[in-house]
């Protein structure tokens, strides 16, 4: 285990049409995204010449703000390993994070892989949150063929509801989105602060720090010991928790043998550890068949250090999740 200070990654996804393009603009104009870098897929489609301060090459380009901007040509990860080397060399300014905005039909499952499956890009960036921005007026029971909108919301941190103002059941759509994923944080895009705090409000979400984790497992205390709630799609979620401290080994193969046997049909896994070996919190990640890096985080935040492991998954394979987890984990203890 290490506690390498990685730079942390903001994914930013939503479907076609959803706002995410303008929330991304707005972003860019602010003048407390210095020392950001921001990936795009195509620079021209967001509209920039209004802020640019310089053209440092075809793909990358300087903002008034501070914030680097680029579009992907290569691989996702290359692009990161290519920011992180140019402000190594000073040929763009440093940068604190990094927020990466993938196409309106991307399933973010695979872009989150990529932070994982090369260790040069792991070992230097971590996914902070992914953010993804519905339209209120876009019914959630959309043909099958828009899978990838469900999953949108269903891996979200974050969740910011666009078109607000012209829903006229947004309560419902809310307790909908709910069923996806009662995990995230739900927030109105006209409520314009909130959702800059989303980035900017160092003090609530710091960088590569305690809250963004903690807060977010604290909103799922009321899924304690439960089976998985049933999403969409056949999508599901499941916390598990434990009170007494866990040998950091135990964790370790639970989480390679989830990923071994049921990698295909593992969304997202994010998890606050309680472990023997360190009185600091450990933070886990993991999508499909691989795992990041742990990382650790100063402090527990309350009075409260007990494990909590969130798994958003497809198929029906919430019983078996659970009896690992209890004959790996919770079983050795007694």
Same mark, same amino acid.
């Given at each position: 285990? +290490?506690? =390498? ?11 076609? !049409?959803? !706002? ?5 603009? +707005? ?11 921001? #990936? %795009?897929?195509?620079? !021209?489609?967001?509209? @920039?010449?209004?802020?640019?301060? !310089? ?7 300087? @903002? ?27 040929? #763009? ?15 973010? %499952?695979? =872009? ?53 103002? @012209? *829903?006229?059941?947004?309560? +419902?759509?809310?307790?909908? %989105? ?18 800059? *705090? ?37 999508? *599901? +979620? ?6 007494? &401290? ?15 046997? /049921? ?25 499909? /068949?691989?795992?990041?890096?742990? *990382? ?8 409260? &250090?007990?494990?909590?492991?969130? #798994? ?11 009896? @690992? ?6 079983? &050795?203890? /007694?």
């Amino acid at each position: 285990m +290490n506690a =390498v200070k990685r730079i942390p990654v903001t994914l930013l996804t939503g479907f076609l !049409g959803s !706002g995410k393009t303008t929330l991304l603009r +707005n972003l860019l104009a602010d003048e407390r995204m210095k020392r950001t870098a921001v #990936i %795009i897929n195509e620079i !021209g489609e967001i509209g @920039l010449d209004h802020l640019l301060v !310089g053209q440092i090459d075809q793909d990358m380009v300087l @903002l008034k703000s501070g914030c680097v901007c680029c579009s992907v040509k290569t691989e996702f990860s290359e692009t990161l390993k290519l920011l992180y080397q140019r402000a190594q060399a000073e040929i #763009i300014p440093i940068f604190d994070r990094v927020i990466v905005e993938t196409t309106g039909m991307a399933d973010p %499952i695979p =872009v989150l892989k990529q932070l994982l499956v090369d260790e040069s890009v792991a070992v230097l960036f971590s996914v902070q949150t992914v953010i993804t921005t519905v339209d209120s007026l876009l019914p959630l029971d959309l043909p099958k063929q828009h899978i990838e909108r469900l999953r949108q919301i269903a891996v979200a941190d974050k969740i910011i509801l666009t078109k607000t103002d @012209l *829903s006229h059941a947004f309560y +419902n759509f809310v307790e909908g %989105i709910a069923a996806l994923n009662d995990a995230a944080e739900i927030i109105d895009s006209s409520d314009v602060e909130a959702v800059a *705090s989303l980035i900017f409000d160092r003090e609530q979400y710091p960088i590569v720090r305690d809250l963004p984790q903690i807060q977010w497992f604290k909103q799922n205390s009321h899924l304690r010991n439960k089976l998985g709630q049933s999403l969409h799609q056949g999508m *599901s +979620n499941l916390c598990l928790y434990a009170d007494q &401290p866990l040998a950091w080994r135990s964790i370790t193969l639970f989480l390679q043998k989830l990923a071994r046997l /049921h990698g295909e049909n593992l969304l997202r896994i994010k998890g606050l550890i309680h472990i023997r070996e360190s009185l600091r919190p450990v933070v886990i990640h993991g999508v499909q /068949h691989y795992l990041f890096p742990e *990382s650790y985080l100063d402090t527990w935040s309350d009075d409260d &250090p007990k494990t909590r492991i969130v #798994i958003i998954f497809e198929g029906a394979i919430q019983q078996n999740i659970q009896a @690992l987890f209890d004959d790996i984990v919770l079983e &050795p203890m /007694h």
